[in-house]
């Protein structure tokens, strides 16, 4: 559901941010910008972007964001709970994401993933992204993104 004007669980969907994302540690370079997030810049976040979230009765077991461009929606902090993922949460997540850029005349749905999350890769994919471009971070010489696309029909 598209979070509502009078949502109060920032705090529960910080933690399920950082709950998802924890296995990225270590493992990506440089570090996930959720380490940067509180649930007051999530707050602000849902202020300028369109949020999704998605209960299991009262528990968030997961949320997108969606920043509305000219051309497209860029899709970030996508988070399942990890003992919820593979039962389609993101799947429903990311619908949502595409059935509200074609309700803005939006062509497209672009997404940024780390280099080192194959799994990412594999299920961003499934999905009908493809790769359009690689990028590195401030200060990086090597890629450290790739950035995924999705045209819509």
Partial sequence: ?????????????????????ATMDGVIDPPSSAHLLTADT?????????GFVAFEGDRIVGCVFAHERTAEFYVGKLA???????QGIGRRLMLAVEDLARSRGKAAVELQTR???????AAFARLGFHVTERTAHEGYVRPTSITMRKVLA
Avoid: Y
């Fill in 1 to 21: 559901m598209k979070i509502p004007a009078d949502f109060d669980h920032w705090d529960d969907m910080l933690a399920l941010i950082m709950h998802a994302f």
């Fill in 42 to 50: 999530l707050r602000d976040k849902a202020r300028q972007e369109v």
């Fill in 80 to 86: 399942v709970a990890p003992d919820c993922q593979g």
């Fill in 115 to 121: 280099i080192e999350l194959t799994g990412n890769h």
